[in-house]
Structures are given as C-alpha cells and as structure tokens.
C-alpha cells in the first residue's frame, strides 16, 4: 500500500502528479527529500488538505438600504462605512448628519480593502426573496430545485426533531380580534421571550382528534417549540399529512385570519391528503386559540393594556425533505452560528452542525463578538479568543457560517438609528474575526437580502459583496463596503448560488497559485 500513498506518488512523480494539490508539488521539501523520520506536516507546508484554512462567510441580514437625506443621502451602511456626505446645491446640511457619523468604523471595510467586491442578486434579478431562499441559494442549493417551505427550517432551528411523516411551520404568536376574526398584529411582542416559552408548554403535546365533520383519520398531535422573539415551531404529527397546503398568516396586519386549504388542483395526486390535512390544520388552529385565550399571562397582558397573545398564526408549511450534505456537494466540513432558528434549521438541514455561542439572542442585545470567538474555537483557534493553546487532535470543520439578524429586525421596525447601531457592532465583529484568522484564511463579507426602512420590508435590490483571503495581497480599488461602491469591484455582478464557486477559488488561488508564483519569481 505504501507505493500506492500520495506522498510515495509525489516523491516518485514530482510535479508531473497532476491529483496533489499544487501547493504542495512545488514544496521542494517533499518533492526533492521525502524522509520518513521528518515530522508531518512540515512547518513552512500550509493550507489544503494538510492544514485547512477557514473559509467564513460572515451573513449581515437585511445590510441594503436606501439613501436618506437626514443621513447625508447616504444608506445606513454607507454611513458605518465612512463614505463622506452628499451634499446638492443650495441644500442646508443637515444637523442629524453629524450624530450619524458618530457610528461610521472603518472596520466594516476590512475586507473591501483586502479583496475584491460586487453586487450580487441572491435569488434572481428583480426578485425579493425570504431568508429562507435567500441562505438556501447562498451555500450553494438552487431553491427552486430544493425550497420545501419554511417550516421545517423553524423546527427544527427551534430544537424540534422531526419524523419523515410530520409537517411543520414557521409560526408567529400573534393577536387576533375573536369577534371579527381580524389579525390586528402579526407580532404581539418582539419582548415575549418570558412569556413564549410558557404558552409553547401550555400548547406542545395537544391532540387533535377531529373536526366539526367529524373525527379524522389519524390521532395528530401537536408539538410546540419557542424559537426567538414572538417565534415558535409547531409540527403536527400522524399521518396522511400533505405539505402542499397554504397556511393561516395573512402577512400583514388587520387582515381577516386565513384558512388552510391546498395548493394543488383536484387532479394532482396529492390533492386528497392536502385538502385532508387542511381540516387538521384548521382544526389545529382552532383549538390553539381556544387553550390561548384565557391563559393567565394573556389575563395578565389585558391587565397591563397590552394585547392578548391568543393566536398562533401557520405559514410554510413543509416536510423534513432531503438536500445534498454540504460536504458532499462543497467538500468542506462546516458550521453555522445562528441563534435565529430559521437560519440555523436551515444549516441543520444542509448538513452543517449548529453551535451556539453565549449571549447571541439574535436580536438587539445579541453579542456579536460572541458569535466570532465561538467560531475561533471551533476552528481550534481557541488561543486567539482566550489565550489557551491549540486543541489537540485534527480540526475537522474549515467552513463557517456566521449570521446576524438584529441589522435586518431595525429595517423592519423601521428605525435607522438602530440599524446603525447593529452595522457599527457588525464591524468590530468583523475586525475581531479577521485580526484572528491565520493567513490564508478567507472571509466574505456579504448579506441575504435589503431591508429598507423605509418600506420596513424585503426588497430585490442587489446586495454588496466583499472576498478576501488574508495574506493574499490580491485586491481590487474598492475602498468601502456599501451599496454603491461595491458596484465597481472585480467581481461584477452575479447570482447567490454562484457566490460559494467563487470564494472557494479565492481561497485555492492563495493556497494552490500562490506558492507556485513564488516559487518561479524567486528562481528567476
């Protein structure tokens, strides 16, 4: 078998074998004077496969915005990225400019400096997208190939496992008129994470026996899970359950209280079991706001003026599905921090292995540094955070997902102050991932979609895009992670499921090309 090993190959063929790494076929170590007694890996030999380097795509949900003229006619982000005012003739300067200025951290344009930008439509052009579909295209799956629905994302980001036969849903608790069956708020609370996971006990375990058409085919239970904020999971178990079913959110507010019915036409195969588990969904829907009702912390919200949280609004339904592990279909072994359970359901179903990190909520009082330094020690840079040596033992992930929501939750509630908080916290994330990170790491700094404040909502606008392997000295002239000037990079303009292509080959062009162009400049 010796005579068969890739080092026994390398040193017999040299350059001339084509499957070992570049990097390594110009490593006059190995290739000249392979010895057994040498220690392996050299020190001076880095980088794949040996020594993987982390490749992290740090996620800031909702970064694009519009201009505003109490900004300068500047985005949020252009602010935080330092970008000067613009000015127009004969307008006065505003006095809210200069306070804003007062977030601008030239960190969040670590890695437009060091690397090279572009826009990118994560979905398609023109099309706003969920956070769903939008992470789904991002590491790589195309979602009209793989998108199932939402809810199984949310079930299981929230902890719920889930059998093949169960469907699930994303789930808001939500405030509901009983007399005109108006949804008057889609979001009771974004401050419910006292009271949510006590009506999530209250409502997990129920059984849905039947209908007012009588009892159903199958005993279906419903298992409930609190997620984030006004967030939970919900899953209905038995069977005969079809995915191919609308849900109960209107999507906005003051809109009557939907009913569930199917998706399919009365020719499709699947028809029976949708318009079957329509009735159990409704019927689900119904008795969740019958155990809600007269809850005593709803009878103490009424007592304090605040509004009834006495419905759970359904939407997304879907099954556990199956997608290509990411390893498989990208080689890498990874992670996702993600304390929004959407986001993290979704790595979990693509095969990356969730890990937490203290103190990030996923909100506004999420610690973002937090997310870094769990990150650092799952890579084994676990000295960079809190000086303890290297772990021993070979580190298996080299790919990490790092996602921040709160950026994307002040779009929604419309406030630019906050969102500006959130990018200015983003950028001391940034500098603090970055400073750790060894050479010939790589870092793409990028986001799922726009959240303008001033439409508090999704929109199709292109998102910036920045790549940069450390120690590569390869860049582009951008100078600033915005909107705009990432428009002018190297990168172009491209689509979400092409953004992993392209950073795993600013990541092999530092470990494969690098070494060789070195090595030719120094021998000439």
């Not at 007592?303 to 290509?324: H, M, T």
């Not at 010939?440 to 303008?452: Q, R």
């Not at 951008?478 to 600013?506: D, N, P, Q, T």
Request: proline content about 5%; aromatic content about 8%; some cysteine.
């Amino acid at each position: 078998m010796q005579r068969f090993s890739a080092m026994e190959c390398l040193r017999l063929y040299g350059s001339r074998f084509a499957g070992f790494p570049a990097h390594l076929r110009y490593a006059a170590e190995l290739r000249d004077g392979l010895q057994r007694h040498t220690r392996w890996p050299f020190d001076d030999v880095c980088g794949v496969p040996l020594r993987p380097k982390p490749i992290v795509l740090f996620i800031i949900d909702g970064v694009g915005d519009a201009t505003y003229s109490e900004l300068g006619h500047r985005t949020p982000l252009e602010v935080v990225a330092g970008v000067p005012p613009r000015r127009f003739e004969g307008e006065a300067t505003a006095k809210s400019q200069c306070t804003a200025d007062r977030y601008a951290s030239s960190a969040m344009n670590l890695i437009t400096k060091n690397g090279v930008s572009g826009l990118m439509d994560v979905f398609e052009s023109g099309v706003s997208c969920g956070s769903d579909t939008a992470h789904l295209a991002l590491l790589g799956y195309p979602p009209k190939q793989y998108y199932r629905g939402r809810g199984a994302y949310e079930a299981l980001g929230a902890g719920l496992a889930l059998d093949d036969a169960d469907i699930a849903f994303k789930s808001n608790f939500s405030v509901l008129n009983e007399s005109t069956g108006i949804v008057t708020h889609r979001r009771c609370d974004r401050d419910f994470t006292q009271e949510g996971p006590v009506l999530c006990a209250h409502i997990d375990g129920t059984v849905i026996a039947g209908d007012d058409a009588g009892l159903f085919e199958s005993v279906h239970t419903l298992r409930a899970q609190y997620a984030t904020e006004h967030r939970c999971g919900i899953a209905i178990t038995g069977k005969g359950l079809s995915c191919f079913i609308t849900g109960t959110d209107p999507l906005a507010d003051n809109r009557p209280l939907l009913h569930c019915r199917p998706t399919v036409p009365p020719e499709h195969a699947e028809y029976e079991a949708a318009l079957y588990t329509s009735r159990v969904v409704n019927a689900a829907s119904r008795r969740i706001t019958e155990l809600l009702r007269h809850h005593p912390i709803n009878e103490a919200r009424r007592r304090e003026g605040k509004e009834a949280a006495n419905v759970v609004l359904l939407r997304g339904a879907a099954d556990k599905g199956w997608v290509p592990p990411f390893a498989v279909r990208h080689g890498l072994f990874g992670f996702i921090v993600a304390p929004t359970c959407i986001i993290k359901g979704l790595g979990i179903c693509c095969g990356l292995k969730s890990v937490g990190a203290a103190g990030a909520t996923g909100d506004y009082q999420t610690n973002v540094n937090a997310k870094v330094d769990a990150a650092l020690r799952e890579f084994g840079l676990a000295g960079a955070v809190d000086g303890a040596t290297r772990e021993e033992g070979m580190v298996r992930s080299v790919f990490a997902v790092i996602h921040v929501k709160g950026v994307d939750d002040a779009g929604h509630d419309r406030s630019l102050e906050k969102k500006l908080m959130m990018l200015q916290r983003c950028g001391e994330a940034l500098q603090r991932l970055w400073t750790a990170l060894p050479d010939g790491s790589t870092v793409a700094i990028l986001s799922d979609h726009s959240t303008p404040v001033s439409i508090g909502d999704h929109s199709c606008e292109p998102v910036p895009v920045s790549v940069a392997t450390k120690g590569c000295g390869f860049h582009d002239d951008v100078e600033h992670y915005s909107e705009v000037e990432c428009g002018y990079g190297a990168l172009g303009r491209f689509r979400g499921e092409e953004l992993l292509g392209i950073v795993k080959r600013a990541h092999y062009w530092y470990h494969y090309r690098a070494p060789r162009e070195s090595s030719l400049t120094s021998e000439g």
